[in-house]
């Protein structure tokens, strides 16, 4: 529901009071006892008690000359007026049913020069039904994806013995996920689009039982003053368990190190609809581990990204741990059939054990750079 407008918020008045009280809202499902976040939207008890009283004294209007101007939420972006907008060039019809495969939207950037992006948006047309999207940076050198017409949705099945041309290592602007804000890279940091890139949609789309069109843009933020760090996004997963059905606490891990040193600026897990519980640790190398974010209470509608309040040195030979749980038994009632074994899969029936970072490494360092062992 909307909540833009005094009439619109009126008669959810008790129900926000009761999401507030209980710190159900705005969502946030750090562990308090790890990091520090930016973007940490809890409210203080100061505001709980403002909010609580408002509605206890019966939730007066305001004066109307406080309230925004409608005209700023709907179609408006949450960073600052982008200096470049980028739009599927035709709308998507998701159908009312079924399953829909992943659609890959090759958009030419048309630079002409390297361009360093410091905030970025990404905005559905059609939010309901967007599971996730995923905008991939494909340079001019890149054969990847060469079949797919640009402006063309291009997808191969899950099942299909050729899906694996849909796998890349170039590097992520973006990943969009339900309740995950904008990317704000810190001052002297940004992403690099090298001149005569190809921004890359991976869109994932879940039917509702109503069908829509989608046009997702895109809306980038240029950075302003000298780039003392690229940000790289990089994503350590597992994909190979089997969920027994019925389980309500199964364990799924994945360990790697470092090559080199870098800053660590954010964290994102991925789960699906039986994801329960993620955690990220690291260890020094000759130190001891130090978990860096606990996500205990894992929401797959409200997917989140955790940036650090300041980033976070990582030494080469750093080792990182991602740890997650999930609840495959009936007692979870998002879960699809707790009588089927779960694997690995791209649809939401399937699972997912994805843990997203970015990095900051010098400005001359690109993906493959980093991955080298010295």
């Known amino acids: 529901m909307p909540l833009v407008t005094y009439d619109q918020?009126?008669?959810?008045?008790k129900a926000i009071r009761e999401a507030v009280l209980l710190r159900h809202m705005p969502p946030w499902f750090a562990d308090p006892r790890w990091g520090q976040f930016a973007n940490d939207p809890s409210l203080t008890q100061t505001q709980i008690?403002?909010?609580?009283?408002?509605?206890?004294?019966?939730?007066?209007?305001?004066?109307?000359?406080?309230?925004?101007?409608?005209?700023?939420?709907?179609?408006?972006?949450?960073?600052?007026q982008p200096d470049a907008v980028f739009e599927m060039p035709r709308p998507y019809q998701i159908p009312a049913t079924g399953e829909v495969d992943y659609q890959y939207i090759v958009i030419p950037?048309?630079?002409?020069?390297?361009?360093?992006?410091?905030?970025?948006e990404v905005r559905p047309s059609a939010r309901s039904v967007v599971h996730h999207a995923v905008i991939y940076i494909r340079e001019p050198s890149s054969q990847w994806l060469r079949a797919a017409k640009p402006g063309v949705p291009y997808s191969i099945p899950e099942s299909d013995a050729e899906h694996r041309q849909l796998w890349t290592t170039s590097d992520l602007l973006l990943v969009y996920a339900p309740g995950n804000p904008p990317v704000r890279l810190p001052e002297g940091m940004a992403k690099l689009i090298p001149a005569?890139?190809?921004?890359?949609?991976?869109?994932?789309?879940?039917?509702?039982g109503r069908a829509v069109n989608d046009q997702t843009r895109i809306g980038l933020?240029?950075?302003?003053?000298?780039?003392?760090?690229?940000?790289?996004?990089?994503?350590?997963?597992?994909?190979?368990?089997?969920i027994p059905p019925g389980h309500p606490h199964f364990y799924v891990g994945v360990s790697g190190t470092l090559p080199n040193a870098g800053e660590l600026l954010s964290l994102f897990p991925h789960m699906h609809l039986r994801g329960q519980s993620f955690r990220f640790d690291m260890i020094p190398p000759g130190g001891k581990r130090q978990t860096l974010l606990a996500v205990e209470h894992y929401d797959f509608h409200w997917q989140l990204s955790y940036?650090?309040?300041?980033?976070?040195?990582?030494?080469?030979?750093t080792r990182l741990e991602w740890s997650a749980y999930y609840d495959n038994s009936a007692d979870n009632p998002r879960n699809p059939d707790p009588t089927e074994a779960v694997r690995y899969g791209e649809q939401s029936r399937s699972e997912m054990m994805i843990g997203f970072f970015d990095i900051a490494v010098p400005p001359n360092v690109d993906?493959?750079?980093?991955?080298?062992?010295?």
Do not use: C
């Open 196 to 208: 005569g890139s190809d921004l890359v949609l991976q869109m994932h789309y879940t039917p509702n």
């Open 9 to 13: 918020t009126r008669p959810w008045a």
């Open 221 to 242: 933020v240029f950075a302003r003053g000298p780039v003392r760090k690229r940000v790289l996004s990089l994503q350590m997963g597992n994909d190979r368990f089997v």
């Open 367 to 374: 993906k493959q750079q980093f991955f080298v062992r010295h």
């Open 109 to 120: 950037t048309r630079f002409t020069k390297d361009e360093w992006v410091r905030q970025v």
């Open 307 to 317: 940036q650090f309040t300041q980033p976070v040195a990582l030494a080469a030979g």
């Open 49 to 80: 008690e403002t909010i609580a009283g408002w509605v206890q004294s019966g939730a007066a209007a305001g004066s109307p000359s406080d309230a925004p101007k409608p005209s700023v939420w709907p179609r408006g972006w949450n960073i600052p």
